[in-house]
């Protein structure tokens, strides 16, 4: 079984596990149609199915093992080979990319996941949009939690850090994330910032991949609040100011952006190297808090006496009410 699949059946048999529980029936393993999910929106549906297309044309027939080339037009699978692969009918798989589709079963969504070849996040995010209540994934305490752990407790609110909402608005900041990474009023939006202010590509020197990272994480995170409509504005009013952003959008990528790399230039510090590690709180959904992190004790000495060449305020971050 490939790694993909192995996600997908990950996913399923997590699935099933809360199914049993939720029910309260005995312990021995019974079949996913045991499993009855809630009836999400239409918006779901027409979001599944948008989902589902935009993975199929990105995966080519030679991975499958089917013949490419010749006169074919389409780089990416024809709905009736996703629908052969998977073992389902051509018109029901076109049904479920229309979103006409409103009760799939967690065998086809396993069975398309592998043919698409998604990983755990994009799994879980079709699971969601197919209306099943995907539980949380346990996870075991290892040394890099800890290590974690003990870098937000001990020290991290002397360097840069900031609290964000389910809109990325921009709730509060330490004086350090503001003025590195240029938050300006009171009602600052990150990727607004980032995706509509011009001087957003000199301020990292990875942009690119920092607004891939981002939007990925946003369309995560929005899966969750489909039908906000405050959300839905945002998300219009950044297609339509940013090309780049639109572009993102439609490639449907997911990922979790719990820790990843950033590199960001400040014009009175140079050019410095941070991990940019996302802690989400389960009590306050949507409540983001971001915290960067110098990788190398030579960053951190920079940046320690960058602070000290222009003294901070001492207000740290204000955790909101």
């Given at each position: 079984?490939?790694?993909?699949?192995?996600?997908?059946?990950?996913?399923?048999?997590?699935?099933?596990?809360?199914?049993?529980?939720?029910a309260g029936r005995d312990s021995r393993r019974r079949g996913v149609q045991d499993v009855a999910p809630p009836r999400p929106s239409t918006l779901k549906f027409a979001e599944l199915g948008s989902f589902l297309a935009a993975r199929r044309a990105e995966v080519t027939p030679e991975q499958v093992g089917l013949p490419g080339g010749?006169?074919?037009?389409?780089?990416?699978?024809?709905?009736?080979?996703?629908?052969?692969?998977?073992?389902i009918g051509a018109?029901?798989?076109?049904?479920?990319?229309?979103?006409?589709?409103k009760n799939v079963?967690?065998?086809?969504l396993e069975a398309i996941a592998h043919v698409l070849r998604l990983n755990e996040v994009e799994c879980l995010h079709m699971m969601r949009l197919a209306g099943y209540a995907v539980p949380r994934r346990p996870r075991n305490p290892?040394?890099?939690?800890?290590?974690?752990?003990?870098?937000v407790v001990d020290?991290?609110?002397?360097?840069?850090?900031?609290?964000?909402?389910?809109?990325?608005?921009?709730?509060?900041?330490?004086s350090l994330a503001t003025r590195l990474l240029g938050f300006e009023g009171a009602n600052h939006n990150y990727l607004e910032s980032l995706f509509l202010d011009p001087r957003a590509p000199d301020r990292f020197a990875d942009w690119e991949r920092v607004a891939d990272e981002a939007v990925a994480r946003f369309r995560t995170q929005s899966g969750e609040y489909?039908?906000?409509?405050?959300?839905?504005?945002?998300?219009?009013?950044?297609?339509?100011?940013?090309?780049?952003?639109?572009?993102?959008?439609e490639r449907h990528r997911f990922g979790d952006g719990t820790q990843v790399t950033q590199v960001l230039t400040h014009p009175g510090l140079g050019q410095v190297s941070l991990s940019h590690i996302c802690l989400d709180f389960?009590?306050?959904?949507?409540?983001?808090?971001?915290?960067?992190?110098?990788?190398?004790?030579?960053?951190?000495?920079?940046?320690?006496?960058?602070?000290?060449?222009?003294?901070?305020?001492?207000?740290?971050?204000?955790?909101?009410?």
């Open positions: 079984m490939t790694a993909t699949g192995s996600s997908a059946t990950r996913v399923a048999l997590l699935m099933r596990d809360a199914g049993r529980l939720e010749g006169s074919r037009r389409l780089t990416g699978l024809r709905r009736e080979e996703v629908a052969m692969l998977a073992g018109s029901w798989y076109a049904w479920i990319e229309q979103g006409r589709a079963s967690l065998e086809i290892v040394d890099d939690d800890r290590r974690l752990a003990m870098r020290s991290f609110l002397s360097k840069p850090a900031y609290f964000m909402d389910r809109y990325w608005d921009v709730l509060a900041a330490n489909l039908g906000d409509p405050r959300l839905a504005a945002l998300t219009q009013h950044l297609r339509e100011g940013s090309a780049v952003f639109a572009d993102l959008w389960a009590a306050r959904p949507g409540l983001q808090l971001i915290l960067l992190d110098p990788q190398s004790g030579a960053v951190a000495d920079r940046l320690a006496r960058w602070a000290q060449d222009a003294p901070l305020p001492e207000a740290g971050v204000r955790v909101p009410a």
